[in-house]
């Protein structure tokens, strides 16, 4: 048995294909997939713009808390966008019908992040292009390193996406909720909009397993003190790897005991 | 075809029991055409070893949810070109039967040879060359019929995408519906764009679960003219689920009777009305549902 194909590509393209008809199709799809980044961006450009008046640390560091919530909802649009994608499938109870062609499931865990992709490229881009209008922060002065950011948040987001999405499969749309939660559990711990240092010692223990604090103390790094920490960007890729093996384990685990209890072909709404 | 399980040598293994039973509960006529009929059957007990010519060849089959027993050792071989009908009542094993050949339900023991290969061990290569449509599964309710069969299209790795669309869509009578979403459809027409995803890669090998039951008399006959067109033309092999019993007297040239998990009995449509003294296959059916009430010990009425 072999995971790729001189196919593998087609078959990533039509379920990228399935769900671009979908986005493209629906204007309040659409609307949807950049309305909260915008709005969030616009809350915390205000709350920045009144930190940066009142205190000389904001009005140093300025576009702290616009990168922050910015690069959380990377993480956030990533994680959800992968675990939606999953959920379509299951609300319009084609899984069946998907998992019963050519297409592999290792193929379809990478589809599911293209689409993830394209769901949180489409989402951010609007916000980041107005934060530059309203607010004069412009995400790409990070340079180089937002690419880094980016794909290691996404990634972990990914990892999170494919265990929700497994969770789904084995249990049903019962664990649906799973998909929302479990990323704002994780937000403490992250240090997004504060470093991680001030975290109680156990705490900061537990914040050092996750990728995205090394990327939001990074992001700080270069905001602040103009460096960039490639140390915090190696950290943070060695734990990814192990997260997205973690994540796409569970994914085929859960798959594997779902086929073994015959709810592919059932599961739906 | 061939068949072979534990359930029909169970049944012969005990005739007494059956004959003590069955007298206070069947009329004379009716179990003496039944019993023969198992007598019969014997002849047909053999393994499903795959054979060059055969479509599809289980052996020992059985898929276990703890203690229920959903599918209980079944072997058969299905030869390729024919047309074939997995007939039995809700809960017999025909849906799972058929999620265990698409690779959707892992079984719990057995042996599965498709078009000549291992399909534990070449699912995704020979499941190019199956599609199915069933009851269980829709396509995505907001994307066209349009945009729903050139998904398709493209995860079968069909060659002119749109030629194929065209082509199942005069077939099927779709060209009104193809730029309508799916969700938008009727339950009739649905079942139609359904079908015309389950014929997009040009299959030789295609597994319908109730393929015309949500249909008119007129398009369900309509669409059974279009399966065997296509079963001729194409030298497919079809394996379809089915309570229709006109449709598989018209369509199948072999039948599989399926009790509680069990394959009780299989043959030509005709063969069957034959050795059960009857004139319908669905006075057969129920000869066979009835036969597996009584032996669960439930009233049973007859006729």
């Not at chain 1, 379509?88 to 589809?111: D, F, K, Q, W």
């Not at chain 2, 007939?87 to 025909?94: D, E, F, I």
Request: aromatic share 12%.
């Amino acid at each position: 048995m072999t995971f790729i194909d001189s196919g593998t590509p087609r078959r990533i393209g039509a379920f990228l294909l399935r769900h671009w008809y979908l986005i493209a199709g629906s204007w309040p799809r659409f609307l949807d997939l950049c309305y909260w980044p915008i709005v969030q961006m616009i809350l915390w450009g205000f709350i920045q713009t009144f930190l940066m008046r009142q205190s000389t640390f904001f009005a140093q560091a300025g576009g702290i808390l616009l990168g922050a919530v910015m690069l959380w909802d990377v993480l956030f649009r990533g994680q959800i966008g992968l675990a939606i994608s999953f959920f379509e499938e299951v609300y319009s109870r084609n899984l069946g019908h998907l998992l019963a062609t050519p297409l592999r499931i290792g193929e379809y865990m990478a589809a599911l992040m293209c689409v993830s992709l394209m769901r949180t490229a489409v989402g951010l881009f609007p916000a980041t292009l107005l934060a530059i209008w309203f607010f004069g922060f412009s995400l790409y002065s990070l340079g180089v390193a937002l690419i880094a950011f980016f794909f290691s948040l996404i990634a972990f987001g990914w990892s999170i996406g494919l265990f929700v999405a497994g969770l789904v499969l084995r249990y049903g749309l019962g664990a649906e909720s799973f998909a929302w939660a479990v990323i704002f559990a994780l937000a403490p711990l992250c240090g997004v909009y504060y470093p991680t240092s001030i975290l109680p010692v156990w705490v900061q223990a537990l914040s050092a397993l996750l990728p995205a604090s090394y990327i939001f103390n990074g992001m700080r790094a270069v905001l602040i003190d103009h460096v960039v920490r490639i140390d915090y960007l190696l950290v943070a890729a060695g734990l990814n790897f192990v997260w997205l093996a973690a994540g796409a384990s569970a994914f085929l685990i859960f798959h594997a005991q779902a086929r073994d209890r015959g709810m592919l072909l059932q599961l739906g709404e | 075809m061939f068949l072979r399980n534990s359930g029909l040598g169970h049944a012969l293994a005990a005739p007494e029991s059956w004959h003590l039973n069955a007298v206070p509960r069947y009329s004379s006529a009716s179990l003496e055409c039944s019993m023969e009929a198992i007598a019969t059957s014997e002849t047909l007990a053999l393994r499903g070893v795959a054979r060059p010519d055969s479509a599809i060849a289980v052996d020992g089959l059985v898929k276990r949810y703890g203690d229920i027993v959903a599918v209980n050792d079944i072997s058969f071989t299905v030869a390729r070109g024919s047309f074939t009908a997995l007939l039995g009542g809700n809960g017999a094993g025909k849906t799972t039967t058929i999620a265990i050949l698409l690779g959707l339900i892992r079984p719990t023991a057995g042996r599965i040879t498709i078009l000549g290969e291992d399909f534990a061990q070449h699912a995704k290569t020979l499941l190019a060359r199956m599609n199915f449509q069933s009851p269980y599964a829709d396509l995505p309710r907001r994307l066209t019929v349009r945009q729903n069969l050139t998904i398709y299209a493209r995860l079968y790795a069909v060659r002119n995408v749109a030629e194929q669309i065209a082509s199942l869509a005069r077939e099927l009578d779709l060209g009104m519906l193809l730029d309508r979403p799916f969700g938008e459809l009727s339950a009739g027409q649905r079942t139609r764009a359904g079908l015309a995803k389950a014929f997009i890669n040009r299959p030789e090998l295609v597994l319908l679960d109730e393929p015309t039951a949500s249909l008119d008399p007129d398009t369900a006959d309509w669409v059974r003219g279009f399966l065997a067109r296509y079963a001729r033309d194409a030298k497919a092999t079809f394996f379809i689920a089915s309570h229709n019993m006109l449709e598989v007297e018209r369509l199948c040239d072999q039948v599989l009777m399926m009790r509680e998990g069990r394959i009780v009995d299989a043959g030509g449509p005709k063969e069957l009305l034959a050795r059960y003294g009857r004139t319908t296959l669905e006075d057969v059916f129920l000869d066979v549902a009835r036969h597996g009430a009584h032996e669960r010990g439930e009233a049973v009425i007859l006729p």
